[in-house]
């Protein structure tokens, strides 16, 4: 049985899928950009490039098993695709925004009436339904942030992650339509194929003990053995931290892992109860 999996080709969530995948020991090559299908004959998987937007339609098609994408994306397609795993980048949100000195930006609201430029106008309708408000929705493919002011649209509905975007075209958030993050999604039929949901879900479980490894580290120190019940107290990792006597020392090997924010105190406060060869290391995987 070979699974098939569709990534990015290209756009804002192309480079962190293929770096959580190499993390993960994916190993794709040094071909996949020019090639839009990768072979990894010893795992069984073929990985295909397509554009973020195609791929709900692929996952459900059953053209591919499953697949990364925007859960923007996927909601705009209507698939109702399965989340699998939510990937924890890709973090935004998709938005109504209008000029800042509109009515609608000042909190007049919005009105029968009201035109939308959008590339989710199937998102939008549904917001617009959903608010039982009468209006227009304008499909673009992109640059609906200058719609405004083109006389085109009265408003936009579009993807926001920092606001600088909307800030540096003078228009103003009002309400948000839906949150989104790069997910993993595979369709209901291949996670009713038991060997296939083994798979999809081998493969979330590698991404998801990469994205755990990160912002931790791996902390080992030789502590005095009077001052172990202390130990616990600096450094409460995962666990709690392993214990390993040196015999005839006075000391013992501790090993733990701590989240990366920690390292600089707990390290500090490890020095003062004379601990010593502390050492920090950076974590791979993360599997429990
Ligand atoms: P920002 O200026 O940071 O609010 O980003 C807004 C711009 O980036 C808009 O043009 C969006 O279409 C685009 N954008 C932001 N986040 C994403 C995302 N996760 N996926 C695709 N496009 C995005």
């Not at 339904?129 to 640059?143: D, M, N, R, S, W």
């Not at 009713?192 to 990469?210: M, P």
């Not at 902390?219 to 931290?241: F, H, R, T």
Request: a negative charge.
């Amino acid at each position: 049985m070979t699974v098939r999996m569709a990534v990015p080709n290209k756009g804002r969530l192309n480079e962190r899928t293929i770096e959580l995948m190499s993390k993960a020991g994916i190993v794709l090559g040094p071909d996949w950009g020019r090639r839009l299908e990768v072979d990894i004959p010893s795992m069984d998987l073929q990985v295909f490039f397509l554009r973020a937007q195609d791929i709900p339609m692929f996952i459900s098609s059953g053209s591919v098993d499953f697949g990364v994408t925007g859960q923007d994306v996927e909601a705009e397609a209507g698939t109702g695709l399965e989340t699998v795993l939510p990937l924890e980048f890709g973090h935004c949100r998709l938005s109504i925004a209008a000029p800042d000195s509109s009515d609608i930006a000042n909190g007049k609201g919005m009105k029968d009436g009201i035109r939308i430029a959008t590339s989710f106008p199937k998102l939008t309708s549904a917001f617009l339904e959903k608010k039982g408000l009468k209006g227009q929705v304008v499909f673009v493919q992109g640059a609906a942030e200058i719609m405004p002011q083109l006389g085109v649209s009265d408003a936009i509905a579009d993807l926001v992650a920092t606001g600088s975007t909307l800030r540096m075209n003078r228009l103003r958030e009002v309400e948000t339509i839906m949150e989104s993050q790069a997910c993993l999604f595979a369709s209901k039929a291949a996670l009713g194929d038991k060997a296939k949901k083994a798979f999809i879900d081998t493969i979330a479980a590698s991404l998801y003990s990469v994205i755990r490894a990160e912002g931790k580290k791996y902390l080992m120190a030789d502590v005095p053995v009077e001052k172990l019940s202390e130990v616990e107290k600096i450094i409460p990792g995962i666990g709690g931290p392993t214990v390993i006597p040196l015999d005839g020392t006075g000391y013992a090997a501790v090993q733990v892992v701590v989240s990366t924010a920690d390292v600089f105190r707990s390290v500090a406060e490890l020095e003062k109860i004379g601990a010593k060869g502390i050492l920090t290391m950076p974590i791979e995987r993360l599997v429990e």
